[in-house]
Every structure is written in structure tokens, then in C-alpha cells.
């Protein structure tokens, strides 16, 4: 459902990460995406204060389905993708 493209800062780097989000029309109507954006902004923000992301650069997006997933499931997703990001 979730997708992220990353860079990763040098190593040494202490710039906190960069977030951004790539949330197409396809997702469905602004309402549906702004939501979908701002579930994932509030998760991240948690994540970030428990393990924290490595310094770098991140683009989120979602496939057209995660608009109707709730906001257990869509923390579940971005759980097992940010576990593939760290390893």
C-alpha cells in the first residue's frame, strides 16, 4: 500500500530527515488524500520519536487502496516499510 524513495545523508551527517509525500489524484478526492497525509505525518512523527529515521531524504507515497485503509492498518504498513528502510 505505502511506497518510499530515499537518499541517505554521508555517514557523520546530523541534519534531521527530510520528509515530503507524493500523493496522487488516483488516491482518490483532496479530502481522501490530505487525510491520507496527514495520517502518515502524525505515524512518522512517532516513529521518529521511538527509533528515528537515518538522516536523509524521504518521498512517501501510497497506491489508490490505501485511501480506504484505516489508520491501524496504514500503520501497519508503514511499520513493515520502515523496518525494510532500516535494514
Known amino acids: 500500500m505505502l511506497w518510499c524513495t530515499y537518499v541517505l545523508d ?3 551527517t546530523v541534519t534531521p530527515p527530510r520528509v515530503a509525500y ?3 489524484r488516483a488516491l482518490g478526492p483532496a479530502v481522501v488524500r490530505n487525510r491520507v497525509r496527514r495520517r502518515l505525518r502524525a505515524m512518522l512523527r512517532q516513529e521518529s520519536s521511538a527509533r528515528g529515521l537515518p538522516p536523509g531524504s524521504y518521498l512517501f507515497g501510497a497506491q489508490p487502496a490505501a485511501g480506504t485503509r484505516s489508520f491501524v492498518e496504514l500503520q501497519f504498513d508503514l511499520q513493515q516499510l520502515l523496518a525494510r528502510i532500516r535494514a
Open 22 to 24: 507524493a500523493l496522487g
Open 10 to 12: 554521508p555517514p557523520g
